[in-house]
Structure formats: C-alpha cells, structure tokens
C-alpha cells in the first residue's frame, strides 16, 4: 500500500518550525514535567522527519545542523519521555501534593497523545511509517496500572493490632484494607487526572476486584475449618461488599460490572459447609435448652416468678438464640431464602419438645401443673415468634411449626379445662333442671363460684397465656351449659313457664359474661348467645321462630339442625307438626347458606363443641 502524497499531505502542517527563543525546549519541558508539551514536540519532530524522509530530502541534501534529526536521537528522547511517564504512572498511588497530581495528570494526558499518533499512522505500511508506531502506549498504562495493584497487594503490610486466629486470615484482611485504602485514593486523588470518559475509578476497581478474588479463590481451593469458611463468605457476602458501599466509592463504579468473588464450584461447597455446621450448632443448642428443662421437672423444680408473674427463661432463650442464627445465617450468606434452609431446625426441635409435653402431661408429678402453665407461656411466644417472622421460614416449615404449637397449646388447654369439668361435674347437672328452673341465680353462683376456686392458679401465668386459657374456659363452660339445657330434663309447657326459664337466662347469661371478662377472658362475642336461644322460647309463633333461627344460624353457622331440634324441645307447648316444619325450613336455609359459604363467619365457631346425642 502506497501514501506517498498522503503521508505529505497528512504531517506537512506539522512541518514548520517555529524559532521563538521562549519556547522551552524538550530536555526542559522533560526536566519541568511539562511530559505533554514534550510529548508534543517528539510528534512534531517525527512528523517532519519522516515527511522529508518521505521527499528524499535526507538522500539529496546535508540538513542545516539545526534542523538536523535521526531516527535514533528520536527514539531516544521518545525512551527518555516514555521512562518518565511510566515512573510518575507508577507513583498514581503515593501522591501527596497537588504537584505530584500535575504530574500525573501531565502524564496521563501525554499516553493519550501518543495513542493518538497511533491511530494518525493505521493504515500505513511498515516500511513508511516509524519503527515504533504503533507504541500502544494505552495498553502499555493499562499493564502498567495492573502490575501496580498486584504488587501493592502482594506488598500490602500486616497489621500486627488486629487480633486473628491464622496467617491467612490475616493475609486477607490486610489485602481488603489496601484495596479500601487504594480505592479512595483514586477516587479522590487519582481520579482528577485522567478525562471523564476513561472511567479510571471502575478500571482501578476491576483490578483491585480481580487481585483480591484470586486470593479468596486461591485460598477456596483447599479444605477449610469451618472458621476459615465462615471468614471467606463473610467477605464474599459482608465485608466486600461494604467496601464498595463505602459512599465515595459507591458513587463512582458499577458493582454489577464486576465478577463474583467466588465462582459457583467454589462457593457452593463453602456454604454447604457452613449451612451443615450452623444446623448441628443450632440443634445441639436448642436440645440443650430442652435437656435443661426436662430435668428440672424430673427433681420437681417450680419455676421461678418475677412480679408474681412465671417467667420462662427457656423461651427466651430458644427464640433469642435461633434468631441470633437465623440472623447470622442470612448475613454470612447475604441471602435470606439461603437462611431459610437452617430453620427446619425449629420444626425439628418442636416435634422433640411435644414429646416431653406428652410426658409432662401424662405424668402425676406435683409441679406437673405449674410446669404446664410455664410451657403454655413458651408455646405461645414461639407461636408470635413464628408468625411475626413468617418471612424467616419456609412456608412448610412455618405450617409445620404453627401446627405442632397449636396441638401442644390444644393439649394444655384441654389439661386444664378437663380438670374444670371434672370438678365442676356435680354442679353442672343441676342445670336446665328443676332446680335450676325454681332457682337459676342460686345455681348459676356455686357454678361461678366453684369455677372461681379452679381460675385462682391461674393468676401467675402472664397476661396473653391467661387470657387465651380463660378464652377457652368461657366458651367451654358456656357451651357445657347450653349442653345441659339440651338434655331436656325439664319441659316448659307454657308461655310463662318459658318466659321465666328465658329471663332466667338472660341474667345468668350477664352474670357469666361478667365474671369471666372480668377473670380476663377477651371472648366478648359469646355474650349474645344465651340471650338469643333465651329469645326462641319467648317466641310463641312458628313462623316468628323459622325467622328468628334464620338470623341465629347466620350468626353462628355451625349451629346444627340437631342443636335445633334439641332447644326447641323444651318448648312442651310446641306440637311435633310445628316442630317438623320448622325443622324442614331450617334444613332448606342451612342448604341456601352452604352456597354463599363465603359470606358465613366461621371464625364464631361455637355449637361445634355443644356435643349432644
């Protein structure tokens, strides 16, 4: 390829030269540090020298001594520039004084000079252009720079005030405090000197980026203790990464444009590693507790109150040590979903800890029941625990968790509500009896009385544990007196008959309501049923009745058609035609209601537990 008439064309606006006895000269611009001015004037040198080599000039004629030039002076002096550029490049990283960033910047801006001088000769064959272009002097900085980290990290200092365990843990520390400490000097010191576009903090970054991942890798490479392998995925998922957070540095890079630390074959094993390790500490702690608990209660121990309240301290500590791991977990491993994977411990812990509930319950030990007062208060933190974090668990393991805290919370209730119904058994039958039927008040106060003595030990459980348990004896003990009333062994064979049992229901109906809310049960709802079963007996009209158990099964839609019939039956001025009729009406509401299921509230699900024949 010949460009003869372009080379001319192309430099011969370079060729004058200009006399002024002012212009310094390149030995002093070199000596100043003015390395583009000189840069400059090299190009403009080599411009001329090869035009006029191009004319023949050089073959025809001597030069004058001034003008007089050789490839070899010129390389020299381009040796001599090049040297010095690359000793201030190599000082990026030490500057300390608005001088030395004018001289980097200085040469920086000469590297550009010198690639633009490539790109002036591209195209140009071999033998018509200088024996050094192209020079690559951008890619000659880019290695440059890259040695310069890579030293500057194998160099960086150990810091003796640190306290660690192991060489390598302190070889990687000390490499992360040069790349933090190397950063913001670019960013701050370094940055400035280099043009906009070139994006010299992200460049730095990935060099910086790609050292410390050769030593993590490096170190990945081989069976780590699993100290060590906590160590390193805290810095792949922690510590790096807050480094680059850091807010100087932050603004200036894309963190997406870097590699991972870690490739997946190395991570992977690591964090199976530590998952494995986490797993067995969490269960091994967690069984501890239980260990710890289940021993107190052989030796008979009484848990211990504070502010005349029982405190359960194994609560505490289930649920602050496996947050504290959960937590850790997700930290170590910068990801919640992976966190997760620890959590079936929990699940794990509560099938074991309902069989010691089991044996609790079934034992005859004396503290068996201020034992299960205490593991009531535990089973319903956890409970909170549980679905306050839901976003910890699986959503397998959480309905796991929930359902074995709510068998052993149904399990206790029943321990104790079973206990109330035996000793109230006596009292119990006098209700809906002609005793009751001459004397309601009187019957309805042993009840409350009686029921009072069994409520007193409850006074030290805590207030959310009492007022569940309470909840659940107020609705039990309301339904084992709707129940007796449905045995039918009164009738009442005329209105006034059915207008005193109906006040008479009304008022112990407030009575209970009063006692029990008072006691602290929070059910509130079941205030309203004894007067609206009161209302039908009122009611002498059949067509009055359908409409009135209409309204009642829409608010209460487990009551059954058997309830029905059941309550209906101590009406003794009802006839069975009447009886039957509605009856069959309340069968076809029931089967319009089935349909529209959606707009029944279940959750006032009380005739359920009114079991009758």
């Not at 490479?221 to 100290?227: G, I, N, P, V």
């Not at 059954?560 to 039957?580: F, Q, T, V, Y």
Request: glycine share 2%; hydrophobic share 35%; net charge neutral.
């Amino acid at each position: 390829m010949t460009k003869k008439h372009g080379v001319l064309n192309l430099f011969k606006k370079n060729g004058k030269k200009s006399h002024s006895p002012e212009i310094p000269t390149f030995k002093q611009n070199l000596k100043a540090h003015r390395f583009v001015d000189a840069c400059k004037q090299l190009i403009l040198r080599e411009d001329r020298l090869f035009v006029l080599k191009q004319d023949g000039i050089g073959s025809k004629m001597r030069l004058v001594e001034e003008e007089e030039d050789s490839e070899a002076r010129l390389a020299k002096d381009y040796e001599d520039l090049l040297e010095c550029v690359r000793q201030t490049l190599e000082n990026s990283l030490e500057l300390q004084s608005k001088e030395e960033q004018e001289m980097l910047k200085e040469a920086v801006h000469a590297v550009l000079e010198e690639e633009k001088q490539d790109i002036r000769w591209e195209g140009f064959q071999e033998k018509q252009r200088p024996s050094w272009r192209p020079r690559r002097c951008k890619q000659i900085h880019e290695a440059l720079l890259e040695m310069l980290v890579q030293r500057r990290m194998e160099e960086a200092p150990i810091d003796l005030s640190i306290d660690v365990r192991s060489s390598m843990q302190q070889s990687i520390i000390c490499k992360a405090k040069r790349l933090k400490e190397d950063l913001l000097k670019v960013v701050t010191w370094v940055s400035c000197c280099y043009p906009e576009e070139l994006n010299v903090c992200q460049f730095y970054a990935t060099l910086y980026h790609k050292a410390f991942a050769a030593r993590l890798r490096e170190v990945a490479e081989f069976t780590l203790c699993d100290e060590d392998c906590v160590l390193i995925l805290q810095w792949v998922n922690q510590d790096y990464p807050s480094i680059l957070n850091c807010r100087e540095i932050k603004e200036r890079i894309d963190q997406a444009k870097l590699d991972p630390l870690l490739p997946e074959d190395l991570l992977a094993p690591l964090e199976q590693q530590f998952l494995s390790n986490e797993k067995r500490e969490v269960s091994k702690c967690l069984h501890n507790i239980l260990d710890r608990e289940e021993t107190a209660w052989r030796d008979g121990k009484l848990p211990q109150l504070m502010d005349q309240v029982y405190c359960c301290p194994q609560a505490i500590d289930v649920i602050q040590f496996f947050h504290r791991h959960v937590e850790f977990t997700e930290q170590v491993l910068g990801d919640k979903t992976k966190a997760r994977r620890i959590t079936c411990q929990m699940s794990n812990f509560l099938k074991d800890y309902r069989a010691f509930h089991a044996k609790v319950i079934k034992s005859k030990q004396p503290n068996t029941e201020v034992v299960l007062m205490v593991n009531l208060s535990y089973l319903i933190q956890c409970r909170d625990y549980i679905i306050k974090n839901a976003h910890l668990f699986p959503e397998d393991v959480k309905t796991d968790c929930l359902s074995l805290l709510t068998g052993m919370t149904e399990s206790s209730h029943c321990y104790f509500t079973s206990n109330m119904h035996r000793e109230m058994k006596d009292l119990y039958r006098k209700v809906g009896s002609n005793e009751w039927l001459k004397n309601s008040k009187g019957v309805c106060e042993k009840l409350l009385a009686k029921l009072d003595r069994h409520i007193q030990k409850f006074n030290n459980l805590d207030k959310t544990c009492c007022q569940e348990l309470l909840g659940r004896i107020h609705k039990e003990f309301l339904a084992e007196y709707i129940r007796k009333m449905m045995k039918q062994k009164i009738k009442l064979s005329n209105k006034e008959q059915q207008q005193l049992a109906a006040s008479a229901l009304c008022f112990n109906s407030e009575r209970i309501h009063t006692f029990l809310t008072s006691a602290g049960s929070n059910m509130d709802w079941l205030k309203d049923i004894l007067p609206k079963l009161a209302g039908l007996l009122k009611l002498q009209d059949p067509d009055s009745v359908k409409l009135e158990l209409v309204n009642l099964m829409r608010a209460y839609p487990d009551l059954s058609e058997r309830h029905i019939s059941a309550w209906l039956k101590l009406k003794g001025n009802l006839s069975p035609s009447d009886l039957k009729m509605i009856l069959k009406s309340v069968a076809c509401s029931q089967e319009e209601m089935s349909g529209n299921q959606d707009l029944l509230d279940f959750s006032k699900s009380f005739f359920s537990i009114v079991r009758i024949k």
